[in-house]
């Protein structure tokens, strides 16, 4: 019999409340967003209040201005992931029921069209403002893998994005008709629990090297520096764990039953891995960049 791990009995919601006839719930998934945003805040004030960690000991912003600068963040996450997954995932669809888009209790976001809304907010704010918006995005993605972090754990509790059938000994027999119908496997289907894989990776790890050359490695000191960091480790983790990350339904066929967005004979790319690249590219742009700036 082959060795896997039931999935653990975690309900989504953490807790549902009835109100005027009405039900109100606090789901994992939307618990991991409220505590990312305010861990990374907390970390930002920290972080502008250091001078001694910014070129010429002088940080970019305020505490003050970095409360008013979470507003921006919240609205670009939530509107850019919206209409990233609108856009990258499902367009035809969603051109098809135009009032389903803001529908965003129904699920659907895309990190991708997330990261480009909190870049325009962060575009806005910084010249809106008058400060360095290089330095801006830095301290934005130094904390940005405390939000991935959660919010992969939150994928996992709820039994989405999960992987690949796999045989090896700590696949996940994730429950739901979608998740066991797995091609050629008999009885109990285990996947890779490729949500903790991009946890571990983008969030954990990427989150802990960004941190410790911020603050032990003088990194806020070059701006752009972070900034490219992220992006080249984000893609690059994405990009890896793709390749035992199930497709989207909409992109698997029985032409196409790896359900790549680009497909070259027997092999080809996944639309997370066709958009990690740009962002790799992007990545080792702004380190270049960065290290040429750097002061004497």
Request: glycine share 12%.
């Amino acid at each position: 019999m082959q060795a896997m791990i039931p999935f653990p009995d975690i309900s989504p919601e953490i807790f549902t409340l009835s109100l005027f006839g009405m039900e109100f719930a606090l789901r994992w998934y939307a618990l991991s967003y409220i505590v990312g945003i305010l861990l990374g805040w907390r970390l930002v004030v920290a972080s502008v209040k250091r001078p001694h960690l910014w070129r010429a000991a002088s940080a970019p912003m305020t505490p003050p201005q970095v409360e008013d600068l979470l507003t921006w963040v919240i609205l670009g996450v939530i509107l850019g992931g919206r209409l990233g997954f609108v856009l990258f995932y499902q367009p035809g669809y969603y051109l098809q029921n135009p009032m389903q888009i803001l529908q965003v209790w129904q699920g659907g976001m895309s990190f991708h069209g997330g990261l480009l809304g909190v870049v325009t907010a962060c575009l806005l704010y910084s010249k809106r403002q008058g400060i360095a918006w290089l330095s801006v995005g830095d301290v934005l993605c130094m904390v940005a893998p405390i939000g991935l972090l959660l919010g992969r754990i939150a994928n996992f509790i709820n039994a989405e994005l999960w992987g690949r059938p796999t045989s090896l000994p700590w696949g996940v027999a994730f429950p739901g008709a979608a998740a066991q119908d797995c091609p050629d496997v008999i009885g109990i289907c285990a996947r890779h629990p490729s949500q903790l894989y991009e946890a571990m990776l983008e969030g954990l790890i990427l989150g802990a090297v960004l941190i410790f050359l911020a603050y032990r490695r003088g990194a806020l000191k070059e701006p752009g520096r972070i900034t490219g960091l992220f992006f080249i480790g984000y893609g690059v983790s994405r990009f890896i764990v793709e390749f035992v990350r199930q497709a989207d339904a909409q992109f698997i066929t029985p032409d196409n039953p790896m359900g790549y967005a680009v497909q070259m004979g027997a092999f080809g790319l996944s639309m997370g891995q066709l958009l990690s690249l740009p962002m790799i590219a992007f990545g080792l742009a702004m380190v270049a960049w960065a290290k040429r700036s750097r002061p004497a």
